[in-house]
């Protein structure tokens, strides 16, 4: 690998991408923290180098073991696509998270979902939300908006990230990526510069895999800095309209990292 070895937090470590995410990461070389909520669970699904830590993102109180001494996280839960499960487990996940490390600097990688942006889709809102939050924590972060997972033919391993979140049907038209391309971009942001502070939809074309996505991350335009939304996203959700829990939320996730720079 390039670079130190990392130590990682995978949330949703058991779910279908994270334990991919988890093999991804030890391949690489780095220490694996998998948050989990049932230990001998976890323990028959993810390779033995993985420390188990167990936590409920519902349970603020149970997650500082999670967040000690790490270096970077990587969100892969989710929960579906009723609203309140988003705002509870999607959403507040990464809050509880975020606040969890009480300002101290982490590299994140955040999956969420092609359609985020889409206006009228409470449940998607959420995730938009989560990913504001991560903007507003002054991380270094990559947000991964991968479409439909495992949707793609076998040919279909040539990486395409795009920006702007513009196709949005919530069907598998919206096209594919394969679940372990997902993993390898997650992680492969955490230590690749040219990923940093990146909002992307993640689908695949026909052809091969890159050997390296640097020049694939290159081709894309940061989010500004201290920005709400992705650099091409549309702003179709005014910070003035939103929820007063998600303003209070990112403002205490902002007050955090000015209090500890
Ligand atoms: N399917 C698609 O085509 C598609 C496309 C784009 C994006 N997505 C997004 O991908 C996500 C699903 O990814 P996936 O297939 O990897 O999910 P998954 O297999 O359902 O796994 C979900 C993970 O979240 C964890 N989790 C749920 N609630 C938790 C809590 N309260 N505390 C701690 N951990 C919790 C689960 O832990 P347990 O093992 O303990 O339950 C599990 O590890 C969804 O959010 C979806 O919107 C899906």
Redesign the pocket.
């Known amino acids: 690998m390039t670079g130190r070895p990392l130590t990682v937090l995978v949330?949703?470590?058991?779910?279908?991408?994270?334990?991919?995410v988890v093999a991804e990461a030890l391949r690489r070389g780095h220490g694996v923290r998998a948050?989990?909520?049932?230990a001998s669970?976890?323990g028959r699904?993810l390779p033995a180098p993985t420390a188990l830590v167990v936590?409920?993102?519902?349970?603020p109180a149970t997650l500082e073991p999670a967040v000690e001494a790490i270096d970077a996280i990587v969100f892969?839960?989710?929960?579906?696509?009723r609203e309140a499960?988003?705002r509870?487990?999607?959403y507040a996940?990464v809050a509880n998270i975020l606040t969890a490390l009480d300002g101290r600097r982490v590299r994140i990688a955040l999956?969420?979902?092609?359609?985020t942006t889409r206006p009228g889709t409470p449940?998607a809102a959420w995730?938009r939300r989560a990913e504001r939050l991560v903007r507003a924590s002054g991380d270094p972060y990559t947000i991964v908006?991968?479409?439909?997972?495992?949707?793609n033919d076998a040919g279909q391993r040539a990486i395409l990230l795009r920006q702007g979140d513009t196709e949005q049907s919530g069907t598998?038209a919206?096209e594919?990526?394969a679940?372990d391309e997902?993993a390898r971009v997650l992680v492969d942001s955490l230590t690749n510069p040219a990923a940093e502070r990146l909002t992307f939809e993640l689908v695949a074309n026909e052809g091969a895999e890159q050997d390296d996505l640097t020049p694939v991350f290159s081709a894309l335009t940061p989010d500004a800095p201290d920005a709400l939304d992705g650099a091409e996203d549309s702003p179709n959700a005014p910070l003035a309209d939103e929820p007063q829990r998600f303003r209070d939320d990112r403002e205490a996730i902002a007050r955090l990292r000015e209090r500890a720079s």
């Open positions: 949330v949703g470590a058991t779910g279908s991408i994270g334990r991919l948050l989990v909520r049932d669970r976890a699904i936590g409920d993102l519902t349970k892969t839960h989710g929960s579906g696509t499960d988003v509870d487990i999607d996940g999956m969420t979902a092609v359609g449940y995730k908006r991968p479409g439909w997972f495992d949707y598998p919206d594919a990526i679940r997902i």
